[in-house]
């Protein structure tokens, strides 16, 4: 796939729910993920079951309330960049949260090898 | 300055109409700009002037009336993301338009060296 497809399906799955599935279709065994800051435990994970571990670890910290996901925006032939505006609950507390990200997604050879997250702290 | 700084900085340059004056201030001499997609005169310009020249072609053509500002998000200690979301008009035709778009920063040695446009086509 070309980026400009693989950036269109990983929106279409962020908004349908189906953002899994999208990680065996749309990412390279090993690609990266990189946090804005280390909260603990690094910034940077490699490998498909490290980025599946992110996604369950999020969704048992989190309920998520409202998610709205902007079209891709591409820069070049190799990168895009998606914004995504959350609302959601910290399960453990009951506190309500909202916040904004800019997902860097990096395409090589039809497949995500990077992903990198920008958000304020 | 640190990422931080600079950051803050070139946002409420950006807000207050500043940012002319900021290149100057917070960008390296050699700082490079990359366009999202090539429109004519390729994507990538290196150096404060071709910077400036950019400036004043895009002031040249386009009337803004409305930009907000998103607040940076930094990605570890050398790139921050800026959301621009703009209003304006084209002066030649007349025609409104509205866009969003994403900015990545690179910080070296206490200057932006690299600026990076994402933005839908």
Redesign the interface.
Same mark, same amino acid.
């Given at each position: 796939m070309e980026l400009k497809e693989i950036a269109a399906e990983l929106v279409a799955g962020c908004r349908e729910g189906r953002e899994r599935a999208n990680l065996d279709r749309l990412y390279s065994q090993d690609a990266v993920s990189?946090e804005?800051?280390d909260q603990g435990n690094g910034?940077e994970v490699r490998g498909l079951a490290a980025i599946h571990a992110k996604h369950e670890w999020w969704e048992s910290e989190n309920e998520m309330t409202g998610v709205t996901v902007?079209?891709?925006?591409?820069?070049?032939d190799d *990168?895009?960049?998606v &914004?995504f505006e959350m609302e959601g609950r910290d399960k453990a507390s009951g506190e309500s949260f909202a916040m *904004?990200?800019?997902g &860097?997604y990096h395409v090589a050879d039809g497949k995500i090898v990077r992903e990198?997250?920008?958000?304020?702290?």
């Open positions: 990189v804005a800051a910034r902007s079209d891709p925006m591409p820069h070049g *990168r895009f960049a &914004i *904004r990200e800019v &860097i990198e997250f920008f958000y304020g702290m």
